[in-house]
Structures are given as C-alpha cells and as structure tokens.
C-alpha cells in the first residue's frame, strides 16, 4: 500500500508541475528538451557506486527542484522557475514510475524498491 501511495505521489507532482508550467505559459520545446536532463547525473556511475548515488539524488530529490522554484519565485527570473518545473515534473515522473533514490550499493537499488 505504501509503494502504491508513492507512485500517486509521483503522479501529483509530475501533473501539478506540468499544470503550473502551462499556466505560466512556458515553452514546451524547453519542457521537452529539459525534462531528462536530470538523468545525466547518473553519469556518475562511471566513477563508482557511491559517488553514482549521490550525484543521482542530488540531482532527484524534491527539495533541489524546490528550491530552484523558490529562487526564481523569490528574484522574479522565468528561467529559475520554468527549469525549477521541469525539474520537479522529472522526478514526478521518475516516482509514478518506480524511480527512487538510490542507495550506494548498487543502480537498482532504490528506497521504492529494486528496478
């Protein structure tokens, strides 16, 4: 039940960010463009597990992609707040999915479960 309740997490955030994002009237050729971005990050794990993990969930955690979107809320500047969306919208994305954080033992471990 509770892996269920994480994957309708995902689902809130991913929907409510790609709302937000067109009612601000963004370009959607950003949007698209950006929105797996975030999945360099895992280029991370050419170094080692470790180090793969924690560039990952730096790059995958709420709280980076909120902060972005406060900061561009906060010194008035669109591209903040537009890139803090797709943000936001790509690790929705990943959670309605079955993406999570990583654990540094290996890539598929997640604290969702095993990929």
């Not at 892996?3 to 991913?14: C, D, P, R, T």
């Not at 949007?31 to 360099?40: A, G, M, Q, W």
């Not at 809320?73 to 903040?80: C, D, G, K, M, Y």
Request: hydrophobic letters at 50%; glycine letters at 8%; charged letters at 10%.
């Amino acid at each position: 039940m509770n892996k269920i309740l994480l994957h309708i997490e995902g689902l809130a955030v991913f929907a409510l960010s790609i709302y937000l994002y067109g009612y601000c009237q963004f370009s959607w050729v950003l949007f698209f463009v950006l929105l797996l971005s975030p999945d360099v990050s895992m280029l991370g794990y050419l170094f080692n597990n470790k180090v793969g993990a924690m560039l990952y969930n730096y790059f995958h955690t709420y709280t980076t992609a909120i902060i972005v979107i406060l900061l561009g809320l906060l010194i008035s500047n669109q591209t903040a707040l537009a890139v803090g969306l797709i943000w936001l919208a790509h690790i929705g994305m990943d959670r309605m999915v079955g993406y999570g954080l990583k654990y540094p033992t290996e890539f598929k471990d997640t604290h969702l479960n095993r990929v």
